[in-house]
């Protein structure tokens, strides 16, 4: 009886992965994966609105954007060094990169905390990246999720950010004469 029993279930597996097998790649491949339907959390669709206002056309956004692909590994002969170095930045990202308009140079990064920033394993993660961007001297801002942003604020963080510092002059554009918008952010 037992036997019967191994050889339907040996049969059945057989069967299953040849059926598998003959699926169209692309079959196979939507058993494991599905199409994201938004890029954006609400709260960091609705931040990202007020970052576009409060940038103008002074900055291009970029969007969930790889710390690797910020900030890199020193060129090293030690490649077990280099490895754990990338190691700690390849499977995390930044939620916006502010890039000159003219020539994409990186200006600054930012993040938008929400509530996971409170765990510790998040705030040991936000501790390197403020220690990792400090020491290749980036400036990353840290921005709280609010129901509501408002421009004027941000803009004046951007003015402050872009002061130089060997003195008190603002490099960046004056702060555009718009009114102050009000975004909300819905949470889902």
Same mark, same amino acid.
């Given at each position: ?33 599905? !199409? /994201? ?6 709260? *960091? ?5 007020? +970052? ?28 077990a060094l280099w490895q754990k170095s990338f190691n700690r ?32 394993? !998040? /705030? ?6 403020? *220690? ?5 001297? +980036? ?7 609010k129901h509501s942003y408002i421009v004027s604020k941000v ?11 060997r003195c008190d002059c603002i490099l960046s554009a004056p ?14």
């Amino acid at each position: 009886m037992l036997v019967i029993i191994a050889v339907i279930v040996i049969v059945a597996i057989v069967l299953s992965s040849l059926a598998l097998q003959q699926r169209s790649p692309a079959a196979r491949l939507a058993d494991f994966y599905q !199409r /994201q339907e938004k890029l954006f959390s609400a709260a *960091e669709r609705s931040f990202f609105g007020v +970052l576009q206002q409060a940038c103008g056309n002074d900055y291009v956004i970029l969007c969930k954007v790889r710390v690797v692909d910020v900030i890199t590994g020193r060129p090293t002969k030690n490649c077990a060094l280099w490895q754990k170095s990338f190691n700690r930045v390849c499977s995390k990202h930044f939620d916006f990169v502010l890039c000159d308009k003219n020539d994409l140079s990186v200006q600054c990064v930012i993040e938008l905390d929400d509530k996971s920033h409170q765990k510790s394993k !998040r /705030q040991q993660r936000d501790q390197f990246l403020d *220690e990792l961007c400090q020491a290749v001297r +980036l400036p990353l801002v840290r921005f709280a999720v609010k129901h509501s942003y408002i421009v004027s604020k941000v803009i004046r963080w951007g003015r402050e950010k872009q002061a130089c510092s060997r003195c008190d002059c603002i490099l960046s554009a004056p702060v555009p004469s718009r009114p102050i918008t009000l975004y909300t952010a819905s949470f889902g």
